[in-house]
């Protein structure tokens, strides 16, 4: 089994309250889908990209700066790992969640254990 | 060419993609297996015109390949101090090893992955299955070798790292991937039959291997009608190669071509399939309706006598599974031919297609049967800059320089 990371990349959305009830909606079901399979390893929604700081430890003194650390039109609005045999089932999954969430989602494997 | 090098490169075309299948199975490492596969040849190519040919050369082959390949994961093991991955190419649990065909058709979806980029698609089928070098590869592309072995190498990374299934796809979603194995093949058949840039007109190399690779597909997945829709539909097109060129490099098109330089066999062969589809009753998909459209017009002696009607319908039916405006524009050239081409003319002006050289040249050739040079010429004009191929270019410009007005 891989680990993969699903993760949702959006532009600022425009949704009508119906409409984001609705997705909501499907994500939770899908959630729920996931959850019930052995797929599910953890997934969250973040908030946005204003509520970022970024820490620099890297000097002599630690840093800290507003906002997110690349300033760009898409950012992360939320992810899932999963658990996946191979690829083509976590593209499977991904497609779902894609379609519950109405934006792509990228699938990147995580490093296996050494 | 001795009877050992004879056998070694008739190997090479028969053996090869089921080789390197079978090894990457074995060995869950496509990289083990391009190499170990080329070790082999390099090994027959040295040894068999000293030592003559092998009882079993492919047998032969095989062991050698599979000596080299272990040969390499211990010096592997070796140099990096540990056990190599056991298997990264994953396949879910391990099944008993099946017959060779079932690795090569594995390969075959491998290499076709939708996850990897179409170029690298195409480099890596041309390459694991086709048996061509980089430099082959590079050269029938225009592209640097460089950058045919970093797609080849980025590609086999990503199917490692991201761990992409060496499996038949399941029975859901087979249909999805069998297009996009074929997919890959017609582009590369296409680029081959008609290249979009450079100045040698037809690679033939490129076509003739993707032949090669779907008549492979088909005896692989000899059921599935799509597959034998394009098998029929390039072995129809290529029947024409000789006849679609002038001696001076001119493109000689279908309607002017001396039909009786097309490759009977060829042409019976396509028309084959074709029959065996029909025959099946099932619904034909795009491939089929393209190689049953190839089909008429490959039965007519002469263009004059082309059964434009049967043509008409066959587009008809791919509109209605395929309603995109390149098909829309095919079947109003063939509506041409058959009604009015005025009423032809205005369904082709109300495409969007204004970008794609064809539609340029539908239109001129529409305007010059209606009596109207000026536009006709103007229309040749856009096609010619749209064109990428020199042998179109040279004959939209005869084409051009012949009207009257």
């Known amino acids: 089994m891989t680990q993969y990371l699903l993760s949702v990349h959006h532009a600022e959305l425009s949704y009508t309250e119906e409409q984001s009830q609705e997705i909501f909606a499907a994500v939770d079901a899908f959630n729920a889908e996931l959850q019930a399979s052995s797929a599910w390893v953890f997934a969250g929604g973040l908030e946005g990209p204003e509520s970022a700081t970024v820490v620099d430890g890297t000097g002599s003194a630690v840093t800290m700066t507003d906002g997110p650390y690349v300033e760009t039109k898409e950012h992360l609005g939320g992810f899932w790992v999963i658990d996946a045999p191979d690829l083509d089932a976590a593209l499977e999954i991904a497609a779902r969640g894609s379609k519950a969430c109405a934006v792509p989602v990228e699938v990147r494997p995580f490093q296996s254990a050494p | ?405």
């Open chain 2, 1 to 405: 060419m001795t009877q050992a090098a004879t056998v070694v490169e008739r190997l090479h075309q028969e053996a090869w993609p089921h080789l390197v299948a079978s090894l990457a199975r074995r060995f869950g490492d496509l990289d083990v297996a391009e190499e170990a596969a080329g070790e082999a040849f390099l090994t027959a190519v040295e040894r068999w015109p000293v030592d003559g040919v092998p009882p079993n050369p492919t047998g032969w082959l095989f062991t050698t390949a599979q000596r080299k390949a272990i040969d390499r994961i211990r010096r592997e093991a070796k140099r990096e101090a540990k056990q190599v991955a056991a298997s990264t190419i994953h396949g879910g649990t391990p099944e008993p090893t099946g017959p060779v065909e079932d690795d090569t058709l594995r390969l075959m979806f491998v290499c076709c992955h939708p996850a990897l980029s179409i170029e690298a698609r195409t480099a890596l089928t041309l390459r694991l299955l086709g048996g061509l070098s980089v430099a082959e590869i590079a050269h029938a592309y225009l592209v640097p070798e460089t950058t045919v072995a970093q797609r080849i190498t980025r590609a086999k990374s990503k199917i490692k790292t991201a761990r992409i299934p060496f499996r038949v796809p399941s029975a859901q979603d087979i249909t999805e991937r069998v297009q996009g194995v074929l997919g890959v093949l017609y582009l590369v058949f296409n680029e081959g039959y008609l290249a979009s840039s450079g100045d040698d007109p037809i690679r033939a190399d490129l076509s003739v291997e993707a032949i090669r690779l779907a008549r492979l597909l088909r005896r692989l997945l000899p059921a599935d009608g799509e597959v034998a829709g394009l098998l029929a539909l390039m072995l129809l097109t290529e029947a024409r190669r000789e006849a679609r060129l002038a001696p001076d490099g001119t493109l000689v098109t279908l309607a002017d071509q001396d039909r009786t330089r097309w490759s009977r066999q060829l042409v019976s062969e396509g028309h084959a399939l074709v029959r065996e589809r029909l025959a099946t009753g099932e619904p034909p998909g795009p491939y089929q309706l393209q190689a049953a459209i190839n089909a008429v017009h490959t039965s007519a002696a002469r263009f004059e006598e082309t059964d434009w009607s049967q043509v008409v319908s066959l587009y008809d039916h791919m509109v209605a599974i395929q309603p995109s405006p390149i098909v829309r524009l095919n079947r109003a050239v063939a509506r041409a031919e058959l009604h009015d081409p005025a009423q032809a003319l205005a369904e082709i002006d109300a495409l969007d297609l204004d970008g794609y050289h064809a539609w340029h040249v539908a239109r001129a050739e529409l305007l010059r049967r209606l009596g109207r040079p000026e536009e006709a010429r103007i229309a040749y004009e856009r096609a010619i800059r749209l064109a990428g191929n020199p042998a179109e270019a040279a004959h939209l410009a005869g084409r051009r320089d012949g009207l009257v007005g």
